[in-house]
C-alpha cells in the first residue's frame, strides 16, 4: 500500500470515529450499529462496563437509564488521533477523549441533576469488511472526571423536547 492509500484508509478510519461520536450525541442507534462489526467489544469507564458484540453494545448505550434517556445530553469529542495500519484489513486508533455529560435527573445528593466533564484516551480496533471499516473494538481509560450538582433551576434543552410532548 502506497502513502496515498494509507492516508485514504486513514481518513475513512477518522470519519467512522466521528459517526460513532455523532451516534451517541444524537442518540442514533441504527448508525451506532452501522459503525460496529458484528462482533465489537467494548470497555467503557476503566472497564466498569464491558461488552462482547454489537447488539450489546447498543442496548447498554441505547439504555433509557442511560444516554438513552432524553434526561441525559452528552457531548462526546475524540481527536488527536494516532492511527496504525496493521494489514490492509486491520488498524489500531488511540484517541483523546473529552466528553460534556448533563444528567438531568434528581438524585438525594443531586437533586437537580449533575453535569460531568471528563477526559480520557480511547484504544480502538479496526476492522475491514466488505470494503468498509468498522470498530472492533472500542473503549477509554479515564483521565480525569469532574462531577457537579447542576444548579438549582437549570433547564436543560434538547432536540427531542418537541418529540416527548
Not at 447498543?58 to 438513552?68: A, D, I, Q
Not at 471528563?118 to 470498530?135: C, F, N, P, Q, S
Amino acid at each position: 500500500m502506497d502513502a496515498l492509500e494509507k492516508l485514504v484508509e486513514i481518513e475513512a478510519i477518522k470519519q467512522l470515529k466521528a459517526r460513532y461520536q455523532r451516534a451517541v450525541d444524537t442518540k442514533d442507534w441504527d448508525l451506532m450499529r452501522s459503525v460496529l462489526a458484528p462482533e465489537a467489544t467494548s470497555v467503557y469507564s476503566d472497564g466498569k462496563f464491558s461488552f462482547e458484540g454489537r447488539d450489546k453494545i447498543v442496548e447498554f448505550l441505547s439504555n433509557p437509564h442511560g444516554l438513552g434517556n432524553p434526561a441525559i445530553q452528552s457531548m462526546h469529542h475524540a481527536h488527536t488521533p494516532e492511527i496504525e495500519l496493521t494489514s490492509e484489513a486491520t488498524a489500531t486508533g488511540v484517541w483523546y477523549l473529552e466528553d460534556f455529560v448533563i444528567t438531568a435527573l434528581p438524585t438525594d445528593a443531586a437533586p437537580n441533576g449533575t453535569v460531568l466533564h471528563g477526559t480520557g484516551i480511547y484504544h480502538d480496533e479496526y476492522v475491514k469488511i466488505d470494503g468498509a471499516w468498522l470498530i472492533a473494538s472500542t473503549g477509554y481509560e479515564r483521565i480525569f472526571e469532574d462531577v457537579q450538582p447542576r444548579a438549582t433551576g437549570a433547564e436543560l434543552r434538547s432536540r427531542w423536547d418537541a418529540k416527548n410532548e
